[in-house]
């Protein structure tokens, strides 16, 4: 089945750029996703990327995609201590089950101040 | 408009008893869609609505678990006999229409705990 992967962990200084990767199996996803949680909070969209879209800029946000490896990343310009949180990479296919999100276990960004 | 909400936001329970998790979606989304977040992990599907019926259950992780959606809106997930193993965040989201091209707007979620 579909497959999302993501580092566990990432710390960044307060001002820096962080960049959070993700890789996925299924070569038929049409959109792939970045959403946010915050400790006790539910799951907040930040961007999301059509498979046939190189990157997608969006304010602090830049979202890279390449198609071939089947990576994604997310670059967070300027990051601030409200960005610490939780962020999932989440694809969804074009078959049978396509409206089923594949959700990667999360990497926890912490932002020092 | 107002979001996804759901109700209750914490609900403990024992073990073998029946509960009920409400999701209320965005006013006119059609699609209705619950995911499970077990600690440390990401969310995993249960189960997607369009409309009133149940397009896809096929996440659900056994009979125990069933949810309904009778008037096209609002929508309860229901867990019969609980067990220690259904302790989770329980997340709903809504979307517009076309599952395939719009995107899910995530609630807040319902931690069930189960002793």
């Known amino acids: 089945g579909e497959d999302v992967e993501q580092s566990l962990f990432l710390s960044v200084r307060e001002g820096d750029s962080s960049v959070i990767n993700c890789t996925y199996t299924?070569?038929?996803?049409?959109?792939l996703y970045w959403y946010k949680q915050e400790p006790g909070a539910g799951l907040q969209l930040l961007t999301y990327?059509?498979?046939?879209?190189d990157m997608k800029q969006d304010q602090r946000l830049t979202v890279l995609l390449n198609k071939k490896d089947k990576h994604l990343s997310l670059r967070i310009a300027d990051t601030q201590t409200g960005d610490s949180a939780i962020y999932f990479c989440a694809e969804r296919g074009s078959g049978a089950g396509s409206y089923q999100l594949t959700f990667g276990k999360g990497t926890k960004l912490s932002v020092i101040p | 408009g107002a979001g996804v909400s759901q109700t209750p936001s914490n609900k403990v329970t024992e073990k073998g008893k029946y509960v009920e998790l409400r999701c209320d979606p965005i006013?006119?989304?059609?699609?209705l869609y619950w995911y499970r977040q077990s600690l440390g992990q990401g969310p995993e599907f249960l189960i997607y609505f369009q409309g009133t019926g149940a397009a896809d259950d096929s996440g659900l992780p056994n009979d125990r678990f069933f949810a309904v959606r009778p008037e096209g809106s609002v929508s309860t997930l229901k867990i019969q006999r609980t067990e220690r193993g259904d302790s989770a965040v329980y997340l709903c989201?809504?979307?517009?229409?076309?599952?395939?091209?719009?995107?899910?707007?995530f609630g807040p979620g319902t931690r069930l705990t189960v002793l």
């Open positions: 006013s006119g989304h059609t699609a």
């Open positions: 299924d070569s038929s996803s049409t959109y």
């Open positions: 990327i059509f498979s046939n879209m």
């Open positions: 989201a809504s979307s517009l229409s076309s599952p395939l091209t719009d995107t899910q707007y």
